[in-house]
């Protein structure tokens, strides 16, 4: 019997899977919460061996949340569900001996492929996420569903880094879309901060790669 807890903030994920997981042979659903504290706070007594558990939590850090399940539960087989297929997040976590990394489009068969896989000792990564790509450029570029993208970045911010990928100054984007300067100094910092890049050549790369320009 393998036992399960996930941690999802979304309601409706997370009572599907919940659903659905509860139906397979072999399994245990032995808990879920939508939080990172209410984690934190179950990790002692937590009766698990496969942790399902997403990447954006709203209250705090992927980097931050896997170690301390790590110093609390070092047993404890992580697996990470995401909506990004980029490999950023891939390669800021595998430091931190995670098993199992899955997209949230994954069909049910792969899900329960990954939670043999990650509960009988082994590792899993969604075929979908290339783990090792060639274009060096793009190794840390994050490409995120089209849905999602709507989600992340609000009007504003999309019209910021359109204009960003055609090269103009803050000067000439505030000029555009008058703006102070502060305000779009603000919102491309915000950018940089929402799709975890580390500067406008990594905005650019992420507007390339996931087909945002116009």
Do not use: W
Not at 115 to 125: E, I, P, S
Not at 126 to 152: A, C, L, W
């Amino acid at each position: 019997m393998i036992k399960i807890y996930i941690t999802e903030d979304h309601e409706l994920y997370l009572e599907g899977l919940i659903l659905l997981l509860g139906k397979q042979e072999g399994i245990r659903i032995s808990g879920s919460c939508k939080d990172g504290k209410s984690l934190l706070d179950a990790l002692p007594g937590l009766d698990a061996d496969v942790l399902l558990l997403d990447i954006q939590l709203p209250d705090i850090e992927p980097e931050e949340m896997v170690s301390s399940v790590r110093n609390a539960r070092p047993d404890l087989k992580i697996i990470f569900l995401t909506l990004m297929r980029g490999t950023r997040f891939v390669h800021r976590l595998t430091k931190y001996n995670i098993q199992g990394y899955l997209l949230k489009s994954a069909k049910l068969e792969e899900l329960m492929d990954a939670v043999k896989t990650v509960a009988a000792g082994g590792t899993y990564f969604s075929k979908d996420i290339d783990i090792n790509p060639k274009d060096e450029d793009f190794r840390n570029t994050v490409t995120v569903d089209e849905k999602r993208i709507g989600e992340i970045l609000t009007k504003r911010e999309m019209e910021i880094l359109r204009l960003v990928c055609k090269e103009y100054s803050n000067a000439q984007i505030a000029e555009q879309l008058f703006l102070s300067i502060g305000t779009v100094e603000t919102h491309r910092k915000n950018l940089i901060a929402k799709l975890g890049v580390n500067n406008t050549v990594g905005l650019v790369k992420f507007a390339v790669k996931n087909g945002l320009l116009e």
